[in-house]
């Protein structure tokens, strides 16, 4: 099964995004689900963006198939953001290997 990238946007206001960095900070903290390679929070002004790599589709229908809602979109929307979520299937994946 290939891997899957979700990306949560949304527009949040910079007086409120110093809040949703922590908030996201703190969740990343907790531990991420296994079903979760990486996660990352991207910016560019007022919008703002969390891409996760899950390692396949059905982790990431499991997740969704959940009564609760997704870590990504309750941070953007309590930081003040309508979530907005695109899903991308991984078709080829490259890795920089300094050295």
């Known amino acids: 099964m290939a891997a899957v990238v979700s990306y949560v946007t949304g527009t949040v206001a910079a007086d409120r995004q110093a809040s949703l960095v922590e908030q996201f900070r703190a969740g990343v903290a ?5 079903a979760i390679a990486s996660t990352m929070l991207v910016r560019d002004g007022d919008d ?5 790599v899950w390692r396949d589709a059905d982790d990431l229908r499991a997740m969704i198939a959940t009564a609760e809602e997704p870590f990504a979109r309750r941070v953007i929307r309590e930081a003040g953001g309508t979530p907005s979520v695109r899903i991308f299937e991984v078709l080829v994946a490259g890795e920089h290997h300094p050295g």
């Open 48 to 52: 703002v963006g969390i891409l996760s």
């Open 30 to 34: 907790a531990g991420l689900p296994p």
